[in-house]
């Protein structure tokens, strides 16, 4: 049998399949699963962007055919009126704002369009999984930057060695940060991270999956806001959180035009862009009413409330986040001789919860979990009540 490339070879195990597995397990035994594994929305888009879908698959079948790779006009256009409204930021929609196939295909393909086998990229440790594949998938390598508590979880970027920041060719940063949760007030970072882009020449993809995903009156700068940002870098944006549109595929970047030109280019040669229907459904989203956001908040909110309260009342003492949909945690008192893996496979054996193991998302993840707050808010309370016996039983 042939071997697939040494890059795939090279990818590390996908620690969420563990889980998976034991997912899969516990569904087949019958067992009664609360899955807070996978950020993956469980609140359906809202009625008037499924209408724009479905109305224009019905009525207008021109749209059936191939789409322009780099994205409608209309969308872009869309795209760069959002911006304008939301952060004062003005996009010229011709040649700085590309529509992707989900951010997650733009942010993978960031790297193969820049990394030559050998390049580096500086990545956050832990970070979204795409932002360390893209580069490895690429055959560039990776230098790690750890994110830890006590930093605020933000990069040192004076701990890069001088001679990676200078072979560095670009860098991944994300606020609100999955998996950790952590945001940035204000523009200081983003300015010492232009600063430090500029003095080493290189390129900023800020992945801004969660900008819209805030609670508590609190809201989340762009990096393209940040003298300076659009001669060094691109930001990275999803429908899937904002819109509740995971499954739809939908994103987009915008930023420096110069640095856009080899990401178009690339995609244009794999793909043809995103189903006319879903970008007019897109227009819809960002020119339509903002109240479904609104609503998707609050309900988030509401489940972080909940949870973190009951979850500190059985003593697994948790952080309420401002941003996300995620709450970050060190594993509980009496579990931390554990591995973060190995405690998120005892807990769904033993009580169906499904939590993802901290690790899976770079080794500064470890001794942490992440739940995603993805389920229906009743179900909050019955998964404290089987942690809380959890805890009880299994604690050392
Ligand atoms: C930080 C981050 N970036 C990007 C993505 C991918 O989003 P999309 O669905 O747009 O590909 C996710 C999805 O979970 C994410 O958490």
């Known amino acids: 049998m042939k071997k697939p490339t040494k ?3 090279k990818l590390p195990p996908y620690l969420f399949e563990a889980i998976n597995i034991l997912k899969c397990d516990a569904y087949a035994r019958k067992q009664d699963v609360i899955d807070l594994g996978m950020g993956n929305p469980d609140m359906p888009a809202s009625e008037h962007i499924v209408e724009a879908l479905t109305d224009t698959v019905t009525n207008h079948p021109k749209t059936h055919r191939y789409p322009q790779a780099k994205g409608m006009l209309k969308l872009r256009k869309a795209i ?15 040649n700085e704002v590309l ?17 030559d086998p050998g390049d580096y990229a500086l990545v956050p440790d832990p970070s979204y999984l795409v932002h360390k594949n893209g580069v490895i998938l690429a055959g560039g390598e990776i230098y790690d930057m750890p994110l830890l508590e006590e930093n605020g979880y933000l990069p040192d970027l004076d701990a890069v060695p001088r001679s990676i920041a200078k072979k560095a060719k670009m860098m991944f940063i994300s606020y609100p940060n999955n998996p950790t949760t952590a945001v940035v007030k204000g523009l200081s970072f983003f300015k010492k991270v232009v600063a430090f882009a500029k003095k080493y020449d290189i390129i900023v993809c800020h992945d801004f999956a969660y900008s819209e995903v805030v609670f508590d009156g609190y809201k989340s700068p762009s990096f393209m806001e940040t003298p300076g940002a659009r001669e060094v870098g691109l930001e990275f944006h999803s429908f899937s959180k904002t819109y509740c549109m995971a499954g739809w595929r939908l994103g987009f970047v915008v930023g420096n035009a ?7 280019k690339l995609k244009s040669y794999l793909d043809f862009g995103v189903f006319t229907a879903i970008q007019l459904a897109g227009v819809k989203a960002l020119n339509g009413s903002q109240k479904c956001v609104e609503t998707m908040n609050a309900e988030y909110m509401r489940r972080r409330d909940k949870f973190v309260k009951e979850l500190n009342k059985i003593g697994w003492e948790v952080d309420s986040p401002e941003a996300t949909m995620y709450l970050w945690s060190k594993l509980p008192e009496g579990f931390r001789h554990m591995s973060s893996l190995e405690f998120c496979e005892l807990l769904i054996l033993k009580t ?19 739940m995603a707050l993805v389920t229906h808010y009743n179900r909050f309370h019955d998964a404290v009540l089987r942690l809380n016996k959890f805890l009880k039983e299994e604690r050392k």
């Open 7 to 9: 890059k795939l070879i």
């Open 352 to 370: 169906g919860i499904a939590m993802a193991p901290g690790v899976a998302f770079g080794s500064n993840g470890e001794g942490y979990v992440r």
């Open 99 to 115: 529509v992707l196939v989900g951010s997650k295909e733009g942010i993978a393909h960031m790297s193969m369009a820049y990394l």
């Open 258 to 264: 110069e640095i856009l030109k080899p990401l178009e």
């Open 80 to 94: 760069a009126d959002w911006y304008t409204r939301t952060y004062k930021v003005d996009l010229n929609p011709e």
